[in-house]
């Protein structure tokens, strides 16, 4: 069964590791859409970050941001879902992190919002070309519902600040990995794999006509949702292992090369 929709997780899988899109990997985007085929990005990154790379590939579709918990078309920018955290769960995320010293980012209307401008929120800002909003105190006054949160810490704290999480919010929220030293938080409405499956439904196209590739902990719904589940050769074990099939690393045009092997190189 012919492919007709593809799903692009952006960091580490997409993007190079200057944060570039190869000529290689535009050039078989847009042969696979020239043949019809529905190309999205899938990303853990605010719309307003992924909007720039939609626009780049001249990509007139929904786009699935935060991890799912946003889907925005990147033309008209009609949203076609949007599930934010519940404000007491965000403000009981928010108390843990001030409790224990934690970094902690909130998304808010598509802004980013910072305790501080130090050197993780200056990082993320460079990472994702948006500007932080340093707010001081009042980032822990958990009165609005974020759309998405995210902790940063060292690779050495990292793990047990992820399994704290688990521990005390269980199914209550989304809690996962992307970078090595970044857990994402949503709502548990909220993942890519059910966002994908949503959009798949709007477009009538049924779950083993999806191709999605991804590498992070945040990608393994999606992969495991999709009939083509594609992992980058620089994924981690756990989304290798959900796989049906495994490509490039994103630094050698993984991308690329599964698009020219399981959709150019097809005749259906």
């Known amino acids: 069964m012919p492919i007709k929709l593809i799903a692009l997780d952006l960091d580490d899988t997409l993007l190079d590791s200057k944060l570039a899109v190869s000529p290689r990997a535009h050039d078989a985007i847009r042969q696979a859409v020239a043949r019809g085929v529905t190309v999205t990005i899938a990303t853990g990154r605010m719309y307003r970050s992924a909007l720039p790379y939609a626009r780049q590939l001249g990509l007139d579709v929904p786009l699935i941001t935060y991890n799912g918990a946003l889907i925005k078309s990147s033309l008209s920018e009609e949203t076609l879902f949007h599930q934010p955290i519940k404000t007491e769960l965000a403000d009981q995320v928010l108390s843990l992190c001030r409790e224990?010293?934690?970094?902690?980012?909130?998304?808010?209307?598509?802004?980013?919002?910072?305790?501080?401008?130090?050197?993780?929120?200056?990082?993320?800002?460079?990472?994702?070309?948006?500007?932080?909003?340093?707010?001081?105190?009042?980032?822990?006054?958990g009165r609005q519902s974020p759309t998405k949160m995210l902790v940063m810490a060292g690779k050495e704290d990292i793990g047990k600040i992820y399994d704290t999480f688990k521990a005390v919010f269980g199914p209550r929220l989304s809690i996962v990995t992307s970078?090595?030293?970044?857990?994402?938080?949503?709502?548990?409405?909220?993942?890519?794999?059910?966002?994908?499956?949503?959009?798949?439904?709007?477009?009538?196209?049924?779950?083993?006509?999806?191709?999605?590739?991804?590498?992070?902990?945040?990608?393994?719904?999606?992969?495991?949702?999709?009939?083509?589940?594609?992992?980058?050769?620089?994924?981690?074990?756990?989304?290798?292992?959900?796989?049906?099939?495994?490509?490039l690393g994103n630094d050698a045009d993984g991308v690329a090369e599964a698009i020219e092997k399981y959709v150019l190189a097809s005749e259906g």
């Open 100 to 141: 224990r010293g934690w970094y902690v980012q909130n998304y808010v209307n598509d802004e980013l919002y910072v305790r501080e401008l130090d050197e993780y929120a200056n990082y993320y800002s460079r990472m994702s070309g948006v500007p932080a909003i340093a707010v001081g105190d009042r980032l822990y006054d």
């Open 179 to 247: 970078k090595p030293t970044f857990i994402e938080i949503t709502d548990p409405a909220a993942n890519k794999g059910r966002a994908l499956a949503f959009l798949a439904d709007k477009l009538q196209v049924k779950q083993e006509e999806v191709m999605a590739l991804g590498d992070s902990g945040n990608d393994i719904e999606m992969l495991k949702y999709a009939g083509w589940g594609v992992a980058m050769g620089n994924a981690s074990a756990a989304v290798k292992a959900v796989a049906r099939l495994e490509t």
